[in-house]
Protein backbone atom coordinates (compact mmCIF):
# COMPACT_ATOMS: atom_id res chain seq x y z
CA UNK A 1 0.00 0.00 0.00
CA UNK A 2 1.34 3.47 -1.15
CA UNK A 3 1.47 6.27 1.36
CA UNK A 4 1.90 9.40 1.85
CA UNK A 5 4.59 10.41 4.09
CA UNK A 6 5.51 13.35 6.17
CA UNK A 7 8.78 12.95 7.58
CA UNK A 8 9.87 15.74 9.77
CA UNK A 9 13.80 16.13 10.39
CA UNK A 10 13.90 13.92 7.46
CA UNK A 11 17.27 15.51 6.88
CA UNK A 12 18.92 14.60 9.86
CA UNK A 13 20.78 11.60 10.80
CA UNK A 14 17.99 9.16 11.42
CA UNK A 15 15.03 10.92 9.42
CA UNK A 16 17.44 10.76 6.12
CA UNK A 17 18.08 6.84 6.62
CA UNK A 18 14.21 6.60 7.13
CA UNK A 19 13.51 8.46 4.08
CA UNK A 20 15.17 6.60 2.11
CA UNK A 21 13.89 3.55 3.17
CA UNK A 22 10.03 5.00 2.68
CA UNK A 23 10.88 5.61 -0.95
CA UNK A 24 12.32 2.35 -1.47
CA UNK A 25 9.37 0.59 -0.48
CA UNK A 26 7.36 3.20 -2.70
CA UNK A 27 5.94 5.61 -0.48
CA UNK A 28 5.48 9.54 -1.56
CA UNK A 29 7.71 11.30 1.25
CA UNK A 30 7.76 14.96 1.84
CA UNK A 31 10.71 15.81 3.95
CA UNK A 32 10.43 19.47 6.45
CA UNK A 33 13.79 20.58 8.12
CA UNK A 34 14.98 24.01 8.81
CA UNK A 35 18.77 22.43 8.14
CA UNK A 36 19.70 23.52 12.17
CA UNK A 37 21.12 20.46 12.14
CA UNK A 38 19.97 18.14 9.40
CA UNK A 39 21.95 18.49 6.04
CA UNK A 40 20.91 17.95 2.65
CA UNK A 41 23.84 16.56 1.38
CA UNK A 42 22.28 13.42 3.89
CA UNK A 43 19.58 12.99 1.04
CA UNK A 44 21.88 13.46 -1.56
CA UNK A 45 21.02 9.66 -2.97
CA UNK A 46 17.57 9.86 -2.98
CA UNK A 47 17.32 14.22 -4.15
CA UNK A 48 16.14 13.65 -7.46
CA UNK A 49 13.62 10.80 -7.08
CA UNK A 50 10.57 11.41 -8.63
CA UNK A 51 8.11 10.50 -5.28
CA UNK A 52 9.93 13.43 -2.85
CA UNK A 53 9.71 16.66 -2.10
CA UNK A 54 11.58 18.53 0.63
CA UNK A 55 10.35 21.58 2.11
CA UNK A 56 12.65 23.67 4.26
CA UNK A 57 10.67 25.23 7.00
CA UNK A 58 9.85 25.89 11.00
CA UNK A 59 8.38 22.50 12.23
CA UNK A 60 6.01 24.86 14.91
CA UNK A 61 4.38 26.64 12.14
CA UNK A 62 0.93 25.57 11.16
CA UNK A 63 0.99 26.97 7.25
CA UNK A 64 4.46 25.14 7.09
CA UNK A 65 3.17 21.84 7.76
CA UNK A 66 -0.05 22.25 5.74
CA UNK A 67 2.27 23.07 2.49
CA UNK A 68 3.89 19.36 3.38
CA UNK A 69 0.27 18.32 3.31
CA UNK A 70 -0.87 20.46 0.18
CA UNK A 71 2.25 19.25 -1.53
CA UNK A 72 1.88 15.74 -1.20
CA UNK A 73 -2.12 15.81 -1.61
CA UNK A 74 -2.66 14.62 1.53
CA UNK A 75 -0.95 12.87 4.41
CA UNK A 76 -1.07 9.41 5.89
CA UNK A 77 1.52 9.24 7.85
CA UNK A 78 3.58 11.32 9.95
CA UNK A 79 7.15 10.42 11.47
CA UNK A 80 7.88 13.54 13.61
CA UNK A 81 11.71 13.40 14.01
CA UNK A 82 12.41 17.21 14.42
CA UNK A 83 13.99 18.49 17.51
CA UNK A 84 17.03 19.40 18.89
CA UNK A 85 18.96 17.07 19.62
CA UNK A 86 23.03 17.03 21.19
CA UNK A 87 23.81 16.82 24.81
CA UNK A 88 26.29 20.57 24.50
CA UNK A 89 22.59 22.26 23.12
CA UNK A 90 20.79 20.71 26.10
CA UNK A 91 22.97 23.12 28.41
CA UNK A 92 23.78 25.38 26.25
CA UNK A 93 20.52 26.32 25.27
CA UNK A 94 18.01 24.69 27.13
CA UNK A 95 14.69 27.29 26.30
CA UNK A 96 15.54 26.83 22.58
CA UNK A 97 15.46 22.94 22.97
CA UNK A 98 12.22 23.01 25.25
CA UNK A 99 10.33 25.30 22.52
CA UNK A 100 11.30 23.23 19.43
CA UNK A 101 10.81 20.22 21.26
CA UNK A 102 7.75 20.98 22.82
CA UNK A 103 6.10 22.98 20.50
CA UNK A 104 6.89 21.69 17.21
CA UNK A 105 5.30 18.06 18.43
CA UNK A 106 1.95 20.10 19.21
CA UNK A 107 2.08 21.68 16.48
CA UNK A 108 2.43 18.38 14.28
CA UNK A 109 0.07 16.18 16.41
CA UNK A 110 -2.64 19.01 16.05
CA UNK A 111 -2.08 18.68 11.89
CA UNK A 112 -1.92 14.65 12.18
CA UNK A 113 -4.90 14.61 13.98
CA UNK A 114 -6.52 17.34 11.78
CA UNK A 115 -5.75 15.09 8.67
CA UNK A 116 -6.52 11.84 10.54
CA UNK A 117 -2.74 10.45 9.76
CA UNK A 118 -1.15 7.88 11.85
CA UNK A 119 1.65 9.55 13.85
CA UNK A 120 5.02 7.92 14.94
CA UNK A 121 7.00 9.82 17.52
CA UNK A 122 10.54 9.59 17.53
CA UNK A 123 10.91 9.79 21.58
CA UNK A 124 14.31 9.07 23.43
CA UNK A 125 15.01 7.21 26.42
CA UNK A 126 16.01 10.39 28.08
CA UNK A 127 12.04 10.34 28.68
CA UNK A 128 12.95 8.00 31.04
CA UNK A 129 14.88 11.38 33.35
CA UNK A 130 17.50 9.77 35.88
CA UNK A 131 15.80 6.30 35.87
CA UNK A 132 17.87 3.90 37.89
CA UNK A 133 16.41 0.14 37.61
CA UNK A 134 17.53 -1.40 34.40
CA UNK A 135 16.81 -2.49 32.06
CA UNK A 136 14.05 -0.14 30.87
CA UNK A 137 11.17 -1.18 29.77
CA UNK A 138 8.44 0.40 27.59
CA UNK A 139 6.29 1.14 30.50
CA UNK A 140 9.19 1.56 33.28
CA UNK A 141 8.43 5.20 35.17
CA UNK A 142 10.47 8.71 34.12
CA UNK A 143 12.25 10.29 37.29
CA UNK A 144 13.95 13.79 36.67
CA UNK A 145 15.90 15.16 39.46
CA UNK A 146 15.30 18.84 40.65
CA UNK A 147 15.92 21.47 37.88
CA UNK A 148 17.82 23.69 39.58
CA UNK A 149 21.25 21.27 39.38
CA UNK A 150 21.48 20.84 35.81
CA UNK A 151 19.85 21.75 32.20
CA UNK A 152 20.43 18.08 30.83
CA UNK A 153 16.80 17.21 31.22
CA UNK A 154 15.75 20.60 29.32
CA UNK A 155 15.18 17.65 26.12
CA UNK A 156 14.39 14.29 27.93
CA UNK A 157 11.93 16.07 30.09
CA UNK A 158 10.56 17.69 26.57
CA UNK A 159 10.38 14.14 25.24
CA UNK A 160 8.24 12.77 28.20
CA UNK A 161 5.86 15.98 27.59
CA UNK A 162 5.73 14.44 23.75
CA UNK A 163 4.88 11.61 24.45
CA UNK A 164 1.94 13.16 27.22
CA UNK A 165 0.80 14.89 24.76
CA UNK A 166 0.52 12.13 21.71
CA UNK A 167 -1.15 9.65 24.50
CA UNK A 168 -3.86 12.52 25.18
CA UNK A 169 -4.66 12.73 21.50
CA UNK A 170 -4.90 8.34 21.25
CA UNK A 171 -7.80 9.30 23.67
CA UNK A 172 -9.71 11.33 21.56
CA UNK A 173 -8.76 8.50 17.62
CA UNK A 174 -5.38 9.33 16.69
CA UNK A 175 -3.20 6.24 15.80
CA UNK A 176 -0.06 7.21 17.60
CA UNK A 177 2.46 5.43 18.53
CA UNK A 178 6.37 6.12 19.83
CA UNK A 179 10.01 4.81 19.51
CA UNK A 180 12.67 5.57 22.03
CA UNK A 181 16.16 4.67 19.92
CA UNK A 182 18.86 3.83 21.55
CA UNK A 183 22.16 5.60 20.84
CA UNK A 184 21.76 5.36 17.23
CA UNK A 185 25.54 5.52 14.75
CA UNK A 186 26.25 5.42 11.22
CA UNK A 187 28.41 7.13 8.66
CA UNK A 188 26.32 9.95 8.22
CA UNK A 189 26.03 11.13 12.09
CA UNK A 190 27.43 14.35 13.67
CA UNK A 191 31.00 14.42 15.22
CA UNK A 192 31.59 17.83 16.13
CA UNK A 193 30.90 19.46 19.93
CA UNK A 194 27.22 19.02 19.59
CA UNK A 195 27.10 15.66 18.00
CA UNK A 196 26.81 12.07 19.45
CA UNK A 197 29.91 10.15 20.71
CA UNK A 198 30.33 7.41 18.57
CA UNK A 199 30.58 10.21 15.39
CA UNK A 200 32.93 12.03 17.67
CA UNK A 201 35.04 9.66 18.15
CA UNK A 202 35.46 8.35 15.20
CA UNK A 203 36.28 12.62 14.27
CA UNK A 204 38.91 12.76 16.79
CA UNK A 205 40.88 9.33 14.82
CA UNK A 206 40.57 11.28 11.31
CA UNK A 207 41.90 14.20 12.19
CA UNK A 208 44.56 11.98 14.37
CA UNK A 209 43.22 13.67 18.15
CA UNK A 210 43.03 12.10 21.06
CA UNK A 211 39.49 10.42 22.49
CA UNK A 212 37.97 12.44 25.08
CA UNK A 213 35.95 9.97 27.70
CA UNK A 214 33.80 11.48 29.95
CA UNK A 215 34.32 10.80 34.11
CA UNK A 216 35.89 7.82 34.48
CA UNK A 217 34.01 6.41 31.36
CA UNK A 218 32.09 3.72 33.35
CA UNK A 219 29.29 4.60 32.49
CA UNK A 220 27.03 2.59 30.05
CA UNK A 221 25.11 2.58 26.70
CA UNK A 222 23.59 0.81 24.19
CA UNK A 223 24.64 1.50 20.84
CA UNK A 224 22.88 0.81 17.72
CA UNK A 225 22.98 0.73 14.06
CA UNK A 226 21.36 3.14 11.90
CA UNK A 227 19.98 0.62 9.79
CA UNK A 228 18.32 -1.38 13.35
CA UNK A 229 16.93 2.03 13.92
CA UNK A 230 15.86 2.51 10.61
CA UNK A 231 13.84 -0.71 10.68
CA UNK A 232 12.01 -0.12 13.58
CA UNK A 233 10.54 3.40 12.70
CA UNK A 234 9.55 1.48 9.44
CA UNK A 235 7.77 -1.30 11.09
CA UNK A 236 6.08 1.13 13.88
CA UNK A 237 4.29 3.13 11.00
CA UNK A 238 3.75 0.66 8.52
CA UNK A 239 2.04 -2.34 10.59
CA UNK A 240 -1.31 -2.13 10.58
CA UNK A 241 -1.83 -3.82 13.71
CA UNK A 242 1.17 -5.72 16.07
CA UNK A 243 2.26 -8.87 14.62
CA UNK A 244 0.39 -10.43 17.76
CA UNK A 245 -2.57 -9.01 16.86
CA UNK A 246 -2.88 -6.19 19.18
CA UNK A 247 -3.44 -2.47 18.67
CA UNK A 248 -0.63 -0.44 18.19
CA UNK A 249 -2.06 2.57 19.02
CA UNK A 250 -0.65 4.46 22.43
CA UNK A 251 2.11 1.61 22.27
CA UNK A 252 5.87 2.64 22.76
CA UNK A 253 8.85 0.70 21.63
CA UNK A 254 12.38 0.62 23.06
CA UNK A 255 14.60 0.58 19.48
CA UNK A 256 18.11 -0.72 21.19
CA UNK A 257 20.95 -2.96 21.55
CA UNK A 258 20.84 -5.06 24.60
CA UNK A 259 25.02 -5.55 24.82
CA UNK A 260 25.57 -2.56 27.48
CA UNK A 261 28.98 -0.97 26.47
CA UNK A 262 30.61 1.67 28.66
CA UNK A 263 32.24 4.34 27.60
CA UNK A 264 36.01 3.92 27.80
CA UNK A 265 35.30 0.31 26.21
CA UNK A 266 33.94 2.02 23.03
CA UNK A 267 36.75 4.45 22.59
CA UNK A 268 39.17 1.02 23.21
CA UNK A 269 36.39 -0.47 20.45
CA UNK A 270 37.11 2.28 18.28
CA UNK A 271 40.72 1.84 18.44
CA UNK A 272 40.77 -1.91 17.34
CA UNK A 273 38.52 -0.69 14.89
CA UNK A 274 40.97 1.96 12.94
CA UNK A 275 43.90 0.21 13.74
CA UNK A 276 47.22 1.44 13.34
CA UNK A 277 45.45 4.94 13.17
CA UNK A 278 44.31 4.22 16.97
CA UNK A 279 44.78 8.01 19.14
CA UNK A 280 45.19 7.97 22.80
CA UNK A 281 42.37 7.93 25.00
CA UNK A 282 42.08 10.53 27.37
CA UNK A 283 39.54 10.92 30.78
CA UNK A 284 38.68 14.48 30.87
CA UNK A 285 35.53 16.67 31.85
CA UNK A 286 32.04 15.69 31.22
CA UNK A 287 28.37 17.14 31.75
CA UNK A 288 26.47 16.79 34.62
CA UNK A 289 23.36 15.01 35.42
CA UNK A 290 24.96 12.49 32.88
CA UNK A 291 23.41 9.34 33.36
CA UNK A 292 25.36 6.06 34.68
CA UNK A 293 23.79 3.44 32.79
CA UNK A 294 21.20 2.99 30.20
CA UNK A 295 19.93 0.06 28.79
CA UNK A 296 16.71 -0.97 27.19
CA UNK A 297 14.72 -4.05 27.21
CA UNK A 298 13.14 -4.12 23.99
CA UNK A 299 10.50 -7.02 24.61
CA UNK A 300 7.58 -4.96 23.77
CA UNK A 301 9.13 -4.29 20.03
CA UNK A 302 10.04 -7.80 19.26
CA UNK A 303 6.64 -8.98 20.23
CA UNK A 304 4.46 -6.33 18.77
CA UNK A 305 6.46 -5.63 15.89
CA UNK A 306 9.11 -7.93 15.04
CA UNK A 307 12.09 -6.13 15.62
CA UNK A 308 15.24 -7.13 17.31
CA UNK A 309 18.54 -5.30 16.98
CA UNK A 310 21.43 -7.71 14.10
CA UNK A 311 24.21 -5.81 13.70
CA UNK A 312 26.58 -6.22 16.41
CA UNK A 313 28.60 -3.53 17.98
CA UNK A 314 31.58 -4.69 16.28
CA UNK A 315 30.59 -5.46 13.24
CA UNK A 316 28.17 -1.69 13.10
CA UNK A 317 31.97 0.06 13.75
CA UNK A 318 34.07 -1.66 11.51
CA UNK A 319 31.34 -0.97 8.56
CA UNK A 320 31.29 2.55 9.44
CA UNK A 321 35.32 3.04 9.68
CA UNK A 322 35.48 1.66 6.55
CA UNK A 323 32.79 3.85 4.44
CA UNK A 324 34.88 6.81 6.16
CA UNK A 325 38.13 6.14 5.64
CA UNK A 326 37.41 5.98 2.53
CA UNK A 327 35.71 9.84 2.04
CA UNK A 328 37.96 12.11 1.05
Known amino acids: MTR ?7 AGFIGAGLVTRLLEEGHE ?14 LKEVADHPSLTIVEGDVRESE ?11 VDLV ?6 NGTKWFHEAAMNVIDVNINGTLATLRKAAEWGARFVLASSPEAYGDAQRMPLKDTDDSFFPPAERHQRFSYGASKYLDEVALQHLVGNGLDGRIVRPFNAYGVQMLGDAYGQVVGMMFNAVRNQQPINVHGDGAQTRSFTHLDDIVEGFYLAG ?8 ESLSGSAFNLGSEEEVSMLDLAHCVNGVVGSQ ?15 RRLPSCEAAEQCLGWKCTVS ?9 ATLKAQP
Open 4 to 10: RVLVTGG
Open 278 to 292: AVDIVLQGGYPGDSR
Open 29 to 42: VAVLDNFFRGKLEN
Open 313 to 321: LQDGLAGMW
Open 64 to 74: VLQSCHDALGG
Open 238 to 245: ELEHGING
Open 79 to 84: HHLAAI
